[in-house]
């Protein structure tokens, strides 16, 4: 949507500032969208009615604007004010008002426009100039030149006379040159230095020097992970917009873009960190489960600038390393199956197993109903995670309330859809999906029951043993999962509806680690 300025008579939009990033700037060699140059003007937002109503009043007061049916002209979010119509140049505390160039105030009035007189009427009165005589002092016995001097300027040629005269000729050119060298000296004094931008922090880079510092706080395996990383995603990242919630993140329709057409580049402010510094902020939350206020101290940016880069970053993660968790065939599980696992279990194509992560607990008596674990005594939200026989995750369903039994989240997440004639499934006792699988040509192994059992037999000790061996791997897998602190405590609330997000980041940074059977 193009942005024009709501003063009357001023034509300066947004294509305007479009138009100039695309000429070359002649100082910097390159294009002014990617110089350091500031552009001709800003259009600047009006003052909200929440945070400064007077500033706003006095806005629109000055604009002095009315609707076609004479009613008072009330801006809307999308109306602008751009910087030439402040003696500023910008909001400043000085000047925190339009005051220049509104349209209304420049105009004369009609009392004051005199009536045009004719140009033989003019030429009539003009009097006659009088003849020009030079100075007695100056001229001595000498003349002065008769040719036309060179120069565009009247104080190019100098006096005849000796140096230090106080002829009236003299001083008068003397007065002017001091004149204009006190303005010239004015005008360098109250010249405005040109605004530096802030130079990219190198905060990653001091904090990111080496693999242990990397495993240490964002997760990954090593520095080059790192890198290959933000080099993979930096593109799409540039060109992102903030979260900064639904009211105000929503594109019209008439904006969205179009099948076929490549993503506009990103509007709006400089950003002032670098694809990097995000990345590295939203790790570093993931892993160590930093506050806002730490890493927002940490990288010298606002506590909301690192909410917003965190909620942002983790939508757009999770879309771009979806992809490491995939269910593979069965050629491929029989390529990589290990020696111990093909020895015991040839057909077996994954093992299942349901984590929980704490939350805090909500405030709404129904949603604490449906959140309660039993068998943590506390409020939770339960994923089943799936794994392949090298101890891959292989799958990951949607998180589910704490109160949701194995069997339900098992059937609902989609995982029997692609259980094919026989596969052989490894769980736990509380997967009771045996008829689900046999209905799909497909085995279950879970533990004999011992409950109500005094001891279980050397044969039902040996089964037990035998399919713990085997379905330690994912529990294995979890772990490595679980290496992020944000799933070790307690999530806040307000995070709940990221956990999806924050579940499969998590997951598919653990399959970027070595094989975990061999």
């Not at 979260?243 to 873009?257: D, F, H, I, V, Y």
């Not at 670098?274 to 927002?296: A, G, Q, R, W």
């Not at 279980?456 to 490595?480: F, P, Q, Y």
Request: hydrophobic fraction near 35%; charged fraction near 25%; charge should be positive.
């Amino acid at each position: 949507m193009v942005r024009i300025c709501s003063v009357a008579g001023c034509s300066n939009n947004s294509n305007h500032i479009a138009l100039w990033r695309k000429q070359f700037c002649e100082v910097h060699n390159r294009i002014y969208g990617t110089c350091y140059c500031l552009p001709p003007f800003r259009l600047l937002t009006f003052p909200t009615e929440r945070r400064d109503p007077e500033a706003r009043k006095k806005w629109i007061k000055a604009v002095n604007r009315k609707n076609p049916d004479g009613s008072n002209w009330i801006p809307t979010s999308y109306d602008r004010i751009c910087s030439k119509h402040f003696k500023d140049g910008e909001v400043t505390e000085k000047n925190p008002y339009p005051t220049l160039h509104l349209g209304y105030r420049d105009l004369p009035s009609a009392k004051t426009v005199k009536p045009r007189v004719p140009v033989y009427e003019r030429l009539a009165r003009r009097p006659e100039a009088p003849p020009v005589l030079p100075d007695a002092g100056c001229l001595r016995d000498e003349t002065l030149p008769t040719h036309t001097p060179a120069s565009d300027h009247n104080y190019y040629f100098k006096c005849q006379c000796r140096e230090g005269c106080e002829c009236g000729g003299c001083m008068n050119l003397h007065n002017k040159v001091l004149k204009l060298q006190h303005e010239l000296s004015e005008c360098k004094s109250t010249k405005k230095s040109p605004v530096k931008r802030k130079a990219a922090t190198n905060i990653t880079t001091t904090l990111l020097k080496g693999d242990s510092d990397v495993r240490r706080f964002t997760g990954l395996p090593n520095k080059a992970t790192f890198d290959s990383l933000s080099q993979h995603v930096a593109p799409r990242a540039r060109r992102m917009q903030y979260w900064a919630g639904q009211k105000r993140t929503t594109t019209p329709e008439s904006q969205l873009k179009k099948p076929g057409e490549k993503s506009p580049k990103k509007t709006g402010p400089q950003r002032k960190l670098t694809p990097e510094d995000e990345l590295c902020i939203v790790l570093m939350k993931l892993k160590l489960n930093l506050s806002v206020y730490f890493l927002s101290a940490l990288f010298k940016v606002s506590p909301s600038l690192v909410s917003q880069v965190f909620n942002t970053w983790i939508k757009f993660l999770a879309v771009e390393l979806k992809p490491l968790i995939f269910w593979p065939d069965k050629g491929l599980i029989l390529d990589s199956m290990p020696v111990s696992m093909k020895a015991k279990y040839p057909s077996l194509r994954c093992t299942l197993d349901c984590t929980e992560v704490f939350i805090e607990r909500p405030r709404n008596l129904e949603n604490q109903a449906l959140t309660w674990s039993d068998y943590k005594h506390h409020n939770t939200v339960k994923f089943l995670v799936a794994i392949s026989p090298n101890g891959m995750i292989s799958f990951l369903s949607k998180a589910w309330g704490g109160r949701s039994s194995d069997r339900v989240i098992t059937r609902e997440s989609g995982i029997l859809d692609l259980i094919e004639p026989g596969d052989l499934i490894l769980a736990d006792r509380g997967f009771t999906i045996k008829e689900d699988l046999l209905l799909r040509g497909a085995h279950l192994q879970i533990p004999p029951p011992s409950k109500g059992l005094e001891q279980m037999t050397s044969a039902d000790a040996l089964k037990t043993k035998k399919i713990a061996n085997a379905r330690i791997h994912v529990e294995r897998a979890i772990g490595r999962m679980k290496i992020f602190r944000i799933l070790q405590e307690t999530m806040p609330i307000t995070m709940v509806p990221l956990v999806d997000d924050v579940i499969i980041i998590c997951a598919a940074i653990a399959n970027m680690q070595p094989p975990l059977v061999t």
